[in-house]
């Protein structure tokens, strides 16, 4: 039985699993103040991915889900370009140094260069497909 | 080569009932291929239909493991394919949790190998994809309110991030819950861990207007822990170490119990838990009750990772001589207490939870006044259950920790202590449990007019009648007593000292008895023993033994025969 303490003593609740805590009676970590980004503004949000880009630059692509792109920001909040304006953005995602996103509107898989934020290639989809969500999935080479 | 895939889910009416899942292969150089690639529909759907374009979630180490989960669609809740093959087989449909949907859905670091699934029933429920046993008892990470998005952080870190309708909860890899992050009035529709893992992003709203928040490091990674205190402390005064817990993160630490040990010169542990202020911080505090070198070591026992094994364990040791500002006076060891007979005024044994006081000054060679400290060999014998006692100043509160003699129902056990003597020159005998009787022996006094002072020494075996150390090369008969030259050699000077202390150790005895040491050239003690012993025991004792004008000290056997081995640790000097 572990037991779990909410921070800033407001509750404390039990939980009954497998583990044993020798010797440990609890850990409360305490956050330090937290930012918001007051100059970023989004219509809505559907999806975002961090950039694993070889630049490094931890950018993340947001999108809204509401026709508005993909907005590329820094990790504080500052809005950096906009991909596809005007498309709908249903699902983005990243891995093996690309970012891709699922546009509704244009029917399409669009690969994005992480390091210039621009358009590698568009994987075209049947017309009529909604696409939502989307992940990389890497299986064995050889 | 096909390196790997990007997992599509849609719905466009083709297929039934309203969801599928296709992927795009991609190849091991997309670049030199121009990222060419043809979306394949159904390439996962297995035994699993949706009722509309699911959630996807995977791992990007390599696991293979596919999540995908309906948002809002019940019963059909979720489902977690083995990507690695071709098709993706179904692992686990996990319908059966109480799930009321899959809103949401994210894979753990790889080599953990457990898919965690949101859902609306106040908790998040994590799957060992390792063990099919373990499919139908998620481990549950509890929140308050609907989750409504999930982040699992990245390579070798594994803390899960859990938005809800007001808070973030962070989860560490044992389940424990780090933090409850409160973002007031907003609602974190979104999470995502920055590359370093230390940070974590929201894409909160706020009544529609919706803004990036930086939640500043919301969990721990690798601890550190310091202990620092005095190089030296006093005897009878309190010593206080000061131990820092620490995260690589800088994040504040509350709450954390610390295993602290206390291993005293005469190698008595004393155990307690301390714990760490809002800043990781703790305070060790002891008094030392004899000269020498305490060892204090603090444990702190982490979380534990997802396959049970401990991640994060810290310990920090300090080391502190005590020594005496007040001189010491040997004295020929007197018995000043005895409860089978009346020694000291009391002539029963001592009660489960009673104390008695003695009076230590102003007879037997102790003065009066200007005492601050007595030696005493303290002896616990006929125990009628296992217990401690404690030894303390009248007229001051007990100690709420530690021991002076330890025992075992029926055990006879010494001990030499230093207590310090109350304002009246008393001192007090506190029983833990059971009846006990106490004999004493004062072995001399500290005082500001004393004699002598401490000086370390060694450790240096100067006695083993089992190789011939110390000039003995047989056990010592019964009703027999070898004088032992302990000055003038092994850093000891050949004039000037008035007492060794030694670590005295009988073993091999052939009957059940007792040792005494005392000044070579004087009465044997009428009373006393130093180390008392059953058959075939082997044990130790500190004594203090003042030492005779020829440098010799002498050691009695009352029965059987003994070996006998010396450590000497220190001696006074005057």
């Known amino acids: ?94 891995d093996f140094g690309y970012v891709f996103a699922a546009d509704a509107t244009a029917d399409a898989i669009q690969v994005i260069d992480p390091d210039t934020y621009s358009l590698v290639t568009t994987w075209p989809m049947p017309a009529g497909d909604i696409r939502t969500r989307l992940r990389w999935r890497p299986v064995p080479c050889g | 080569m ?129 063990s099919s046993d373990d499919f139908s008892e998620p481990f549950v990470l509890p929140v308050s309110g609907a989750p409504n998005s999930v982040a699992a952080s990245g390579a070798n870190y594994g803390e899960v991030a859990v938005g809800t309708a007001r808070d973030v909860y962070i989860y560490s890899p044992a389940g424990d819950l780090d933090n409850v992050i409160p973002i007031s009035g907003l609602v974190p529709q979104g999470l995502a861990w920055e590359n370093s893992n230390e940070n974590l992003l929201a894409v909160t709203d706020n009544n529609g ?11 721990a990674t690798t601890t550190s822990f310091t202990i620092t205190g005095p190089n030296t402390a006093t005897v009878g005064t309190t ?45 060790i505090t002891n008094v030392p009750s004899t000269t020498g070198t305490y060892r204090y070591t603090a444990r702190y026992v982490g979380v534990q990772d997802w396959d049970g094994s401990f991640v994060e364990t810290s310990t920090a040791s300090a080391t502190v001589t005590a020594t005496l500002t007040a001189a010491y006076t040997p004295v020929a060891p007197v018995r000043v207490l005895d409860t089978r007979n009346g020694t000291g005024g009391y002539n029963s044994p001592v009660g489960a939870g009673q104390s008695i006081s003695l009076q230590v000054t102003g007879q037997d060679g102790v003065p009066a006044t200007g005492v601050s400290a007595v030696v005493l060999n303290l002896t616990a014998t006929d125990p009628t259950a296992n217990g401690w006692v404690v030894a303390y100043p009248d007229g001051q509160p007990r100690p709420a920790q530690g021991s002076n003699v330890n025992f075992t129902k029926g055990e006879t056990i010494p001990n030499l202590v230093t207590v310090p003597v109350g304002s009246n020159g008393k001192i007090d005998l506190y029983n833990s449990a059971g009846s006990v009787n106490l004999v004493a022996d004062l072995q001399g006094y500290y005082s500001a007019s004393g004699e002598s002072e401490y000086v370390a020494d060694g450790p240096v075996r100067v006695l083993d009648t089992r190789n ?107």
């Open chain 1, 1 to 94: 039985m572990a037991t779990f303490h909410r921070a800033r003593g407001v509750l404390v609740t039990t939980l009954t699993t497998a583990l044993t805590l020798a010797g440990f009676a609890g850990l409360t970590l305490t956050a330090h103040a937290d930012t918001t980004s007051a100059a970023l503004s989004l219509n809505g949000y559907h999806q975002m991915a961090g950039d694993l880009g070889s630049d490094g630059d931890g950018y993340l692509y947001i999108s809204e889900g509401t026709g508005d792109g993909i907005a590329v920001v820094t990790p504080s909040g500052s809005l950096q370009t906009t991909l596809f304006g005007g498309d709908v953005i249903e699902g983005i995602t990243q």
């Open chain 2, 2 to 130: 096909e390196a790997g895939a990007l997992w599509v889910s849609y719905n466009d009416g083709s297929v039934a009932p309203d969801g599928a899942i296709g992927d795009f292969a991609i190849p091991d150089d997309p670049m030199a291929s121009g990222m060419s690639s043809t979306f394949v529909p159904d390439a996962v759907q297995g035994t699993y239909t949706w009722t509309s374009a699911p959630d996807l979630s995977s791992d990007s180490d390599g696991t293979g493991t596919l999540v995908a989960s309906d948002e809002g669609n019940s019963p059909e809740t979720a489902a977690v394919y083995d990507a690695q093959n071709s098709p993706a087989t179904t692992m686990i449909q996990p319908t059966a949790t109480g799930l009321s949907d899959g809103s949401g859905s994210s894979v753990l670091p790889a080599g953990r190998k457990f898919a965690l699934v949101g859902s609306s029933s106040d908790s998040v429920s994590i799957y060992n994809l390792e």
């Open chain 2, 209 to 219: 207007s919706y803004a990036l928040d930086t939640l500043d490091t919301p969990f």
């Open chain 2, 239 to 283: 010593v206080s170490l000061t131990g820092q817990l620490n995260y690589a993160t800088g994040v504040g630490v509350a709450d954390a119990t610390v295993d602290v040990s206390i291993k005293a010169p005469n190698n008595f542990i004393l155990s307690y838990a301390a714990y760490t202020n809002s800043t990781g911080g703790l305070t």
């Open chain 2, 468 to 574: 011939g150390t110390g000039g003995f090369t047989s056990p010592v008969g019964a009703a027999k007593s070898i004088a032992l030259r302990v000055t003038g050699q092994d850093g000891v000077p050949a004039t000037g000292v008035t007492a060794v202390v030694l670590n005295l150790t009988a073993t091999g005895p052939t009957a059940s008895g007792w040792v005494v040491a005392y000044p070579d050239g004087q009465p044997r003690p009428a009373q006393g023993s130093s180390v008392n012993f059953t058959k075939g025991e082997t044990i130790a004792n500190l004594v203090i033994v003042p030492v005779g004008r020829d440098g010799k000290i002498d050691l009695y056997n009352a029965a059987g025969s003994v070996n006998l081995a010396a450590d000497l640790s220190g001696y006074f000097a005057g």
